[in-house]
């Protein structure tokens, strides 16, 4: 198969977790007969230091015309970083949903699996831990208030902030039918989470997930406010499958998920719109404070990678293939800092890299 991969690598450790995904995809290639041509696109931090913009047009369309994009991550420290300065909508994170939002890229899948290797680094209790767990998070992308109306300004001489969260009954259709089609594949359940006790647009997101959830007599769902869920995530997180939400509560829930997993840097997800074509970014940050030491986690790109390769392209043994070689490189030991414990042998990113490209054959 040919496939045209644009390649956003970003900020801060953006680069150098990126170079390992593509060095795992190159040795996908030549094992399994593919040819990945790859892309170099600019976005966030570097965009600005280029183009003075965190996305150019002209990147937008070359995204739009490739099958896919793999992404590192983008931003620098919003204390120290003179991006930071700018005006919001020309600082790095601007360029992300923007990108998102161009390419209609509403499904945010962020899975967060618990390694049976990754036990101790697990925060949570072993009572708690059981035989591990296993759940997807769902997240709205391009609604809510990430993209709802904003201005700070003067009311009745006070300075006044204001950020709005509005969703119409089609944006939370199409994410939650997403959420209940993928819970067909995996163990039939949804948890719909929402704050439907306060707020207007959950009350609307409730209803919608209830009539979408009668096309789907097999699949077991819930709703469950979202404060109880970040207490549930730490007390059970075992009882999760899908976790079905919007934009904001998704952002905070994925972080939660990722780290009772163990680490951030484990985290992958896809970005997906009606079609075939995905972004494919680990769910964590740029790290800046990391940045250039070879000690950052490569696991979340090299599995977004992964997702590329079953979610785009339907290659779904060479995505098995990489998710077998990172369980091996973590049966066999191997940690990067941010999830080693005593008794394992700690590498850097590249050294990661390479053990995980190894193991596919
Ligand atoms: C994420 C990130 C982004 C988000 C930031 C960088 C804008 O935290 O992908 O989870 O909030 O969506
Ligand atoms: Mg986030």
């Given amino acids: 198969m040919n496939c045209n991969i644009g390649v956003i690598k970003g900020d801060g450790i953006g680069p150098e977790i990126v170079d390992e995904a593509m060095k795992v995809l190159d040795k996908v290639a030549e094992v399994y007969n593919h040819t990945f041509n790859y892309e170099q ?25 490739s099958d896919a994009v793999l992404m590192g991550s983008i931003g620098g ?13 020309l600082r790095p994170e601007a360029g992300l949903l923007k990108i998102r939002k161009a390419l209609n890229l509403f499904a945010n899948l962020r899975p967060a699996y618990l390694y049976n290797e990754l036990k101790r680094a697990c925060p949570l209790r072993d009572d708690i ?13 391009t609604g809510g208030l990430y993209f709802g109306e904003r201005s700070t300004k003067e009311v009745d001489g006070k300075m006044t902030a204001v950020d709005t969260l509005t969703y119409n009954e089609d944006e939370i259709r199409r994410i939650a039918i997403k959420g209940f089609d993928i819970a067909m594949k995996r163990s039939k359940k949804v948890t719909s989470v929402d704050k439907a006790n306060v707020l207007d647009s959950s009350r609307l997101w409730r209803k919608v997930v209830e009539e979408v959830a009668k096309d789907y007599p097999e699949v077991t769902y819930e709703h469950m406010l979202v404060d109880n869920c970040a207490m549930q995530l730490v007390r059970n997180p075992r009882q999760f499958d899908v976790i079905l939400t919007e934009n904001m509560f998704g952002d905070i829930l994925s972080d939660e998920a990722a780290m009772v997993t163990g680490s951030l840097g484990m985290l ?5 719109n009606e079609t075939k074509f995905g972004l494919y970014e680990p769910s964590h940050g740029s790290a800046p404070d990391i940045a250039g030491q070879d000690i950052a986690n490569p696991i979340a790109t090299i599995l977004s990678a992964a997702m590329m390769l079953r979610y785009t392209f339907d290659l779904d043994k060479e995505a098995d293939a990489i998710e077998e070689a990172v369980k091996q490189v973590l049966a066999d030991g191997y940690r990067t800092e941010d999830i080693y414990d005593e ?10 890299g390479d053990l995980i490209a190894e193991r596919i054959n």
């Fill in 41 to 65: 696109l600019l976005m966030g931090g570097i965009s600005i230091d280029t183009y003075g913009v965190p996305l150019t047009d002209e990147t937008i369309e070359k995204a739009k015309a």
């Fill in 77 to 89: 420290d919003t204390t120290t970083s003179p991006w930071y300065k700018l005006e919001p909508s």
């Fill in 129 to 141: 831990i059981g035989d591990g767990f296993d759940m997807l998070i769902m997240r709205e992308l």
């Fill in 268 to 272: 992958s997800s896809a970005s997906l």
């Fill in 343 to 352: 008794g394992s042998t700690k590498v850097g990113c590249s050294k990661m």
